[in-house]
């Protein structure tokens, strides 16, 4: 009885210690032309600014998922070819930048499970535990690639193409590490320029300055206004578009860069950067809107300039909103960005 019970014990020990991720669909693969993209090369730029964004569905929502996975399985995300960090270099939600190959030009990508299409999730090379992330589907429909700046002085002798691909993988560290075809759920290929450089461009700023303040709006108001409409406290403020003769005519896209965390549901909303040990209001944050609808934060298609003008301007309004099943009173405080992007 002893042997019997010691015998168990040892095919249960196996059992957990050999358990790996089990598998649903076949490995994916998605490319990134980022060749003719046009660039502001402007020493004055900080680093850190996004250059560029592109956005590619297709076989993202179609890619191979994993489930059931073990203690000791990992999920990895990794460059194919050895690419350096941007040291020092934050870009979106202030992760990790690293290198294309073109000085002064990083790369962000985001991840293919983690965040949502409100709130996609930027890549930070290597692996994590993929236990608590099992997933039977692809939380995440399309996949994003921003260009970051990354030296004050950006190399425009640059003529040739780089390339870099980017793999998603989870189960086994054995079988991750081998790039086994077991693990590969989804491959990246990323082609960086040649790109069209640009001195100088289309500029775009707020009107009467970049701090919006909003009229104090008591608790109970908030709390009686139905999520997403009007609390009558909103604010109109006006963004200036102004462009050299060089860009008149010329088709631009411009999108919106939450610099303070937005919501991971709705879209255009801002949640609270203070929190309430400091001062910062519970349950409230902001709803920024253009043309009576809430703006889509990392949307890289839906709002565009077919011909720029000398001088245009664009309207938006801001306006309270209630986040949280507690309202409490403080300061409510977030920050975004407008970026212009030349087509």
């Not at 990246?188 to 009107?207: E, H, M, W, Y």
Request: net charge positive; with cysteine; aromatic share 8%.
């Amino acid at each position: 009885m002893r042997k019997i019970i010691t015998l168990i014990g040892l095919m249960c020990f196996y059992h957990q210690a050999s358990a790996t991720c089990e598998y649903k669909g076949s490995e994916q693969s998605v490319g990134f032309n980022l060749s003719g993209m046009k660039i502001l090369s402007d020493a004055t730029i900080p680093t850190g600014t996004v250059l560029a964004a592109k956005k590619i569905g297709g076989n993202v929502a179609n890619m191979k998922t994993f489930y059931n996975c073990g203690p000791s399985d990992v999920y990895a995300v990794l460059p194919m070819t050895p690419t350096a960090e941007a040291v020092g270099v934050k870009g979106i939600q202030g992760g990790k930048v690293y290198e294309t190959g073109i000085p002064g030009i990083g790369f962000q990508i985001s991840d293919a499970i983690k965040g949502t299409n409100f709130r996609p999730s930027p890549v930070e090379f290597g692996t994590v535990n993929a236990w608590k992330l099992n997933s039977t589907s692809s939380a995440v429909q399309q996949l994003i690639v921003w260009l970051i700046k990354t030296n004050e002085d950006i190399d425009t002798s640059v003529t040739t193409a780089k390339t870099l691909a980017v793999s998603y993988r989870a189960g086994s560290v054995s079988q991750v590490e081998s790039n086994s075809t077991t693990a590969r759920l989804l491959r990246a290929n990323l082609t960086f320029g040649p790109f069209t450089f640009r001195q100088t461009s289309c500029d775009i700023k707020a009107v009467g300055g970049s701090t919006i303040t909003l009229d104090k709006i008591k608790v109970s108001k908030l709390v009686a206004t139905l999520s997403g409409t009007a609390t009558g406290n909103q604010k109109s403020f006006t963004m200036q578009v102004d462009c050299p003769k060089t860009s008149v005519g010329n088709s631009f896209i411009y999108w919106f860069n939450p610099l303070t965390e937005n919501s991971s549901s709705k879209n255009g909303v801002l949640l609270n950067s203070i929190p309430t040990t400091a001062g910062g209001a519970g349950g409230t944050g902001f709803i920024l809107k253009q043309d009576m609808s809430p703006i889509k934060f990392y949307d890289y298609t839906s709002y565009s300039i077919l011909s720029a003008k000398a001088t245009q301007q664009l309207t938006f309004n801001a306006d309270y909103i209630r986040t949280g099943e507690t309202v409490t009173v403080g300061q409510v405080r977030a920050m975004f960005e407008i970026v212009l992007q030349e087509r």
